[in-house]
């Protein structure tokens, strides 16, 4: 019998959505940052 | 929490010494740095990024992040870890909707308080939503300040292996009596000082305690392998849950983060950042702090349940696992994360109910006291006075009061949030749809919350839509004696009481009972707040 894994739903609640919810915080901030910097 | 091993006690009561130590120290720091009301109550709106983003964050979270969060996982798997994306959108909505919205609102019109926000938005000549704001404020509150003082005495108790009544005395007294003289001597400063150092330190326990976890374990492949041979429905997003168990379950834990823009002890953090600049610094922290601190506690959870198996209490799972893995140094200072997690919600719970006493209530709504040293004075001798009245509940285990922090979190959330969001959306709403949203938000709140669970409150689900119309009926009566209302109020009134009676139907016939309550409470309060509004005349011409 193989041995039960994670299913699509657990992969993505326990990873992949902090992973994408960090790199879009972290784009976002970069964005504003570079906004910024033209608006100066 | 789980007891400390006899040779460990020395070293462990050592560590909360010194971190009782230090948060005394930073309310005396603060202290010096604290003279006047708006000082008092709002740290002179000069909180910097780090400040002002852990506490907000720190505050909101209390021992449910350690404890709670930690036994979902441990008792559901993955599936436990729902209410991590719900949190995490409260705090996307918060820091990018709300805060940089806010902060120059409140400091364009003075707004100090949640209630200030909500009644020089709409304007309050009679003040029924100054009253109406400050009485659900208060209540919620000093509630949820007993109840985080009882877990204090429990979890300083058992830290410290103090057995039996003595020891839960003992650790009310020790813990209570130093949060309140920190929030009194300090006031809002010291409070966001302290949930910074006590967020730090939260945030160290539940990053560096599950990946040691974990690599002990053999690694992540392990912790699966783990999990399978428990349960296999541990590895799934459901749990074994289909239908309307499954949405219901689902829509509930992604609407625990509907209530964070309604929680006075969070978004007054927003208002006293200093800038604009500080704000977009804080958006990082608070949501970076936030992916560490719930992800973190739900993989405690989930290597507890494969290394403790024997585990009665998977709340404990924190604890048990320090004591089990690491030094008794590192372990005193895990110990210190759990109460920390609690002390940092309680100093702001504790300074927000001692605002709406004597700013809200004596400054405002009485006009008293407007001298920046008395109103310091004031400030100060309200929080002490709270604090020992939370100190005696906490002590006397008054059951009542604990009855109300089931309502709290979701009560506050229902009755604020749509408002602060509509309050800063600017149009849509005047203030009979405001008064009617906040009455709105708690009646749906209480009566689904019992509909629930009936069988556990089955006498107060029975009683609860009579009881709604008598409260609606008290209000209107207390309205009329004061000549506070006009008609649009009283239509507010009663389409708060015929929502409330609806979903007191609707809980006992709908599918999806198991709905937590701030889902529809939320929604009901959000929809009679642009209902009222509607059909009813704007008081200044403006209805936003």
């Given at each position: 019998m193989p041995e039960p894994g994670l299913s699509l739903g657990a992969h993505l609640l326990l990873w992949v959505f902090p992973l994408l919810l960090a790199t879009a915080v972290v784009l976002e901030s970069l964005r504003g940052g570079r906004r910024r910097e033209t608006e100066r | 929490m789980t007891p400390v091993a006899p040779g460990?006690?020395?070293?462990?009561?050592?560590?909360?010494?010194?971190?009782?130590?230090?948060?005394?120290?930073?309310?005396?720091?603060?202290?010096?740095r604290t003279h006047g009301g708006e000082d008092f109550h709002l740290a002179g709106r000069s909180l910097g990024a780090w400040s002002a983003g852990i506490s907000s964050t720190a505050s909101s979270e209390s021992g449910w992040v350690t404890l709670g969060a930690v036994g979902m996982t441990f008792s559901f798997g993955v599936s436990g870890l729902w209410y991590a994306p719900g949190c995490?959108?409260?705090?996307?909505?918060?820091?990018?909707?709300?805060?940089p919205r806010l902060r120059p609102l409140s400091a364009a019109n003075g707004s100090v308080t949640l209630t200030d926000v909500i009644t020089r938005r709409w304007g309050d000549p009679n003040k029924v939503l100054r009253i109406t704001a400050t009485a659900i404020v208060l209540v919620c509150m000093m509630g949820y300040v007993a109840a985080q003082m009882t877990a204090t005495g429990k979890a300083f108790a058992s830290s410290l292996g103090i057995e039996g009544r003595s020891g839960y005395l003992l650790g009310v007294v020790i813990g209570a009596v130093v949060i309140t003289l920190v929030t009194s001597l300090g006031g809002f400063r010291a409070v966001a000082w302290t949930d910074l150092f006590q967020g730090l330190l939260v945030a160290g326990a539940l990053i560096?305690?599950?990946?040691?976890?974990?690599?002990?374990?053999?690694?992540?492949?392990?912790?699966?392998?783990?999990?399978?041979?428990?349960?296999?429905?541990l590895l799934t997003a459901g749990g074994g849950r289909i239908g309307p168990a499954l949405w219901g379950f689902v829509i509930g834990q992604l609407g625990i983060g509907l209530g964070y823009p309604g929680m006075p002890h969070v978004i007054t953090r927003y208002m006293a950042a200093r800038d604009d600049r500080e704000i977009r610094r804080l958006q990082l922290i608070a949501m970076f702090w936030g992916l560490a601190v719930f992800y973190g506690a739900g993989l405690i959870g989930l290597v507890a349940r494969v290394m403790l198996p024997d585990l009665g209490d998977g709340e404990q799972a924190l604890m048990a696992l320090a004591l089990e893995l690491v030094h008794p140094v590192l372990a005193g200072l895990m110990l210190a994360a759990v109460i920390s997690a609690i002390l940092s919600t309680v100093s702001s719970q504790l300074l927000v109910a001692a605002s709406a006493v004597s700013y809200d209530i004596v400054e405002e709504a009485l006009g008293r006291s407007r001298d920046d040293r008395r109103s310091l004075l004031l400030g100060r001798l309200t929080v002490a006075a709270v604090g020992l009245a939370g100190i005696l509940v906490a002590l006397s285990e008054v059951r009542l009061v604990y009855w109300f922090v089931l309502f709290a979190w979701s009560g506050l959330g229902a009755a604020f949030a749509p408002l602060v969001l509509l309050a800063l959306a600017r149009r849509g709403?005047?203030?009979?749809?405001?008064?009617?949203?906040?009455?709105?938000?708690?009646?749906?709140?209480?009566?689904?919350?019992l509909g629930r669970d009936p069988a556990a409150h089955p006498a107060a689900f029975a009683r609860a839509w009579w009881v709604s119309l008598l409260a609606a009926g008290a209000i209107l009566a207390l309205g009329e004696l004061k000549r506070s209302f006009a008609p649009a109020d009283r239509l507010a009134v009663a389409a708060a009481a015929g929502l409330t009676v609806a979903s007191w139907w609707l809980v006992q016939h709908w599918g999806m009972s198991n709905l937590y309550e701030l889902v529809p409470a939320f929604l009901a309060a959000g929809f009679v707040a642009l209902a009222v509004s509607a059909v009813t005349p704007s008081p200044s011409g403006d209805r936003g």
């Open positions: - | 460990a006690v020395t070293i462990v009561a050592g560590v909360m010494v010194a971190y009782l130590g230090i948060l005394l120290a930073i309310g005396w720091l603060a202290a010096r995490l959108l409260g705090y996307l909505v918060n820091v990018y909707l709300v805060a560096g305690l599950p990946l040691y976890a974990v690599a002990r374990l053999g690694g992540f492949g392990a912790l699966v392998s783990g999990l399978g041979a428990i349960e296999p429905q709403v005047n203030r009979h749809g405001a008064f009617a949203a906040m009455l709105t938000g708690v009646g749906v709140t209480v009566v689904w919350n």
